[in-house]
């Protein structure tokens, strides 16, 4: 018998997708998901270091208060907002709502720019408050 | 020549009947992770940069210990079964499939064991 597996049609791709709004806030959900998976090394880190002593922790300080440090955590809280922000838009659609198209492309686009405009915000919060 | 129906050779080696338990833990964990994060977040926002006596002090909390050890356990087990979600989706060799599942399981409890080590250490012995 012929190997049925190999001509089973494959779910589109995403060079096969139209580069729409939902279609990339889709996509980048699972980046950020992926980002945040690594990123829990950093928390991590954080964490042994507070548990391990105060040398460490000033250590870990330093190095996560440098510029490249600072420039991660900045990317990190984003992966980390907009991850969050798209989790509830899938929450939403979970529970079967907002599925309309002009409502979903504008939630979209909303997902990324709260996303940004909460980091920012985190941030400057954080620069101030220190 | 093999006899058997197509049916009859796939029966048995079809869904693992998980699917929904993998759908269902992934909501969960994400919902119960909204509040953790957000406080999370403001914890971090009030400690960044404070010395380190006042944030181990602040750790040691047992409110904050319980918050921060809940969002360990929340956090492993939706990051483990969303990369499994990733793996699965992407790698289409069996052998490698199988070993980053490996791999992601093992990193994820590593992850988490430490964090939950670190966590518990703060919170009991300073």
């Known amino acids: 018998m012929a190997n049925v597996t190999n001509n089973r049609p494959l779910s589109p791709h995403l060079q096969i997708y139209k580069f729409i709004p939902t279609m990339a806030m889709s996509i980048v959900h699972r980046i950020t998901g992926g980002a945040l998976y690594f990123g829990t090394l950093l928390v991590a880190a954080w964490l042994i270091a507070a548990a391990s002593g105060e040398e460490y922790f000033n250590q870990v300080n330093w190095l996560f208060g440098s510029i490249v440090g600072q420039l991660v955590l900045f990317g990190y809280t984003w992966a980390l907002l907009h991850h969050l922000l798209g989790g509830l838009r899938h929450i939403m659609w979970d529970l079967g709502y907002g599925f309309e198209k002009e409502f979903s492309t504008k939630l979209a686009k909303g997902n990324l720019v709260a996303s940004i405009a909460l980091t920012v915000l985190v941030w400057a919060i954080v620069l101030i408050v220190r | 020549m093999d006899m058997r129906t197509p049916l009859g050779k796939v029966r048995g080696l079809g869904s693992a009947k998980s699917g929904t338990e993998h759908f269902w833990r992934v909501r969960t964990t994400s919902v119960a992770l909204v509040p953790l994060l957000i406080f999370y977040i403001v914890f971090l926002i009030i400690y960044a940069g404070k010395p380190y006596a006042e944030v181990v002090g602040a750790l040691a909390n047992p409110f904050v210990a319980t918050i921060n050890a809940l969002t360990v356990i929340a956090s492993i087990v939706h990051m483990r079964l969303g990369m499994e979600e990733i793996i699965q989706d992407y790698i289409h060799s069996e052998f490698l499939k199988l070993t980053l599942l490996v791999l992601n399981a093992f990193f994820s409890l590593l ?16």
């Open chain 2, 111 to 126: 992850v988490g064991g430490l964090c939950l080590f670190a966590v518990l250490k703060i919170a009991f012995a300073g």
